[in-house]
Every structure is written in structure tokens, then in C-alpha cells.
């Protein structure tokens, strides 16, 4: 059973939750105590409930109808743990009284307006909001599909290229809310859903505070054991976008892993926390050290942004640019990458030392990747410090096939040319005549070149599968100039135009 305050799984007999003492008493048969019927209406009839959806230790969210605009929404409900219904207005818990239930009304209504800020494909979007009954309403967009510990509990611990990529969108959208000065504070798979069209969004934002970078202040002790950092716990410590790193990391854990990290109470009493390599040998290196970096109990250990971290993460898909500078001149210089078909070119800026946020699955087929392939761009046609690699995604398979493509093709290539060479050599010392090495020169080498590469094109297109963009590279670097404000111009090529608006689209805050 879950508790309604902490969301701690208790064993179905227990009647008060095992964590944070509240008691488990909400449900009778199934139905949660004092919801709004099915049927009811709100604001003026503009709203109809059609069912509950679930509650939470603040509120009770509905399946709604907007019958204005005619479509289907959530509703949530400021509706504190332990308050009542009497007629229809909501009267407060015995445990709070009238002037805190006020003050945790405003707040409900504060992160109302708080989301309606964020446009963010990563963030659950607001429509309204509005107070009714004694309370507030804030009105959503209907998320369909599963949490993320709805698929953990039902698939066990996720692979290592979903997971992550999982965690990097919601890292996209902790790194938006952090700019606008806020703190998520309740990071938990429970809080992140992935939809039928693959959104991954972040969405109750019921703890969300306002922090000042470097000061410690009082903040209430709201904790999700496992989740919660250790600062949290405490009602005076210093907050920032750390405290969520924590929480980000333990949820990427908790999908690595298929169970909850330690919580951090327990891991200063003694308790050992083991890194998700440990639990599942299968998750890299790089990944799992990342994480348990994110979990470091001192908040100085920790990562102290959710850039840092999700740095740490892209760590095992991409390699360092060759005999690059160590002065940090080059992290002020910005760069625009540019995606492009073969007509067209879309720009989009990023730093030039912050390689592209590369989709977690294969650029060629889009399935799961296992593996990467350089594409690497040199400076005036030699490997300098200011060559650019990237290592984007591929999976064995199309890895396979784009090798045999290139790579074959000139090693097949090299002994006919030999071969051919010496013998019109030769041919040109018997007949004493240079004409059949100026024939070698211009048509047969020409011919070899062209017999050769279309023999592996034929054995790297058996190698393909049948959703394969094409047997060469998928992804390639085209062209590069630098602008009068010496801004570096990268144009990338996609042959997969699904992997291409998926690039786009996780690179959103670099689109002009």
C-alpha cells in the first residue's frame, strides 16, 4: 500500500506507513473518502468530472471534461491529507489549522502559476486555474501512458540507453525550472510519466520552492525515502539544484537497478549503498559512476548542477575533441550546429565544448544502441585542437554494415590497384610506350574505384535491416565556417528524418 504523504510502499496489512507514521486509513473498498461524484460539475459548469485519477498527499487529481473547449483534461485538487468534504466545500484537517490551510492553498495555487511559465515539451503544461468549494482547482493537460514506476514494477529494471535517455529529458526540464530560480524537491518515478507518443514529463510540482544559490533557509521537510537527499530532512540547510541532482540520480537508480536506492538516513547510520554496476553488471561503468556521484550524502561531492550530471551520463557515448586546449578559453566561445538534408539546413546553437544532446538509440535504424561511431570533422583538413568529434549512437548491427561500406570497400580496393599497377608497368617496359599507364591512369583505376565500391555497397546493404536509413553513415558533418562574431558553423547531415526531429527536439533550447 501506498502512503498517501510519502508514496513508501508499506505490506498491504499495514496500517500505518512504515516511514513518515501516517496512518493508512484513506481508502474504504477501493474508494477514496470524500471525492468529488462522478458527474460533478465546476467552474460554472465549464468542468465535468468524469473519474478519480489518484491522490497525493496534497490533493486528489480527476479525469475531466472541458465542455467549453471540448476536450479532456486533469483536474487536481487542493485537498490536503486528512480533510473532509461537507457539502461541497473542502474543510481542513484537524492536524492543520485555518491559517496553514490558507497558506498551503496559496502555495497549491503559486505552483499553478509556477507551471503555466514553462512551455516545455518535459513539463506537464497548465490551462487555468481557479478557486471553488473552499479550495483550488488547477487545470492540465491528460497525460496517457505509464510512470516511471508504473513500468519498472511492471517490465523490472529498464536498459541502460532507455533509462538514461529517460533521465536526460527529465534533466531538460529540471534545468529549465532551475533557471527560473525553483527547486523541484520531489524528483521520483512516480512523479515522471512517459506517454503513448513518448513524452517523458515531469509533472507534480506541490514542493516546489523558490532557493538562493549559496544561502541556507528554512524550507519545510517534505522527503520521499530514497529519493530525498539528506539536506532535506532538515528544515534549515543550503538547497540548490544539487538537492534535485540527488533525487534525478536516485531515480535513474531506481530504473538501472529496479529497486530504490538506500535512503539517506540509513546510509549514515551504516547502511552500504551499491553502485547499480554491482546490482546489474550489465550498466557501464561511466554510467553507474555517474550516479552514484549524484548520490554523494556531502551536497559539495555532489554534481552541483543537472548540466554536471547529465554531462557525467553522455560521458559513455562520446569521445573528447583530439589534444584539446586545458585553458578554458574555448567554453566562452559559442558554436551553432546545424542539421540538415541534402536542400535544406535548420541551425541551432550549443558550446563548442558541450557536444549535441544525441538521441539515445541508433541514428540509422532507431532501435536501441549498444555501441557509437566517430564522426569527426577536421580543422582545414588535419586533426588539430580544434578538430570536433562527435560519437553518435549506433547499434552493433548498423555499425556492421556502415564499416563494410566504407572501410571494405578501400580494403578491397588496394591490392587490384597494386596488382594492376605492376602489371601496366609492366606492359609499358615491354611496348616501350607510356600509353597503356596513361589508360591505367584514367580508366581502369576509375573503373576498380567504382566495381569495387559497388560490390560492398552490395554486401553492406545484406547487412542492413529492413528500417535502415541507408548503408552508409547515418550522420555526417558537412561543412563548417566560422561567422564575423567567429562563431563556429557546424552543418550536420541526417539520412534517418525520424533520428533528425528526435535531434531537434532534444536540442530545443539551441534552435534560433
Known sequence: MHCPVCNYVNPGAATVCQACGTPLDTAQNGEVLDALPVGAMLSGGAFGIIKMLGQGGFGITYLSTDLRLKRTVAIKEFFPFGSRRRDSTVVPPHTLTNEGFDVARAHFLEEACVLARFQHPNIVHVHSAFEENGTVYMVMEFLQGKTLQELVEQQGALPEPIAVEYILKVGDA????????????????????????????????????????????????????????????????????????????????????????????????GVELLSPRELQPHVSQAVSDAVMWSLELKVDSRPQSVHGFMQALRLHSRAPVLDRPTDNTLTHVLNRIATARPVDSITDTGRVDDAPNWPQRCACCGDPNDTAMQVVYPHRGTITANTRIWMVPYCSKCKAHVQADHAGAMLALLPQVLISFIMSLVICAMTESAFVFVLWLLLFVPFLVARSFGKQRLVARKLMKPHCSDAGHAVKCISCHTDMRNHRIYTFQFKNHQYEAEFKAHNGPRLN
Open 174 to 269: 529540471l534545468e529549465a525550472v532551475h533557471k527560473a530560480g525553483l527547486l523541484h524537491r520531489d524528483i521520483k518515478p512516480d512523479n515522471i510519466i512517459v506517454t503513448e507518443d513518448r513524452r517523458v514529463v515531469l509533472f507534480d510540482f506541490g514542493t516546489t520552492r523558490a532557493y538562493t544559490t549559496d544561502k541556507t533557509r528554512r524550507m519545510t521537510s517534505i522527503v520521499t525515502p530514497g529519493y530525498a537527499p539528506l539536506e532535506q530532512y532538515g528544515q534549515q540547510a543550503r538547497f540548490g539544484p544539487f538537492t534535485d541532482v540527488y533525487a534525478l540520480g536516485a531515480t535513474l537508480y531506481h530504473l538501472l537497478t529496479g529497486d530504490a536506492p538506500v535512503q539517506a538516513t540509513d546510509r549514515v547510520a
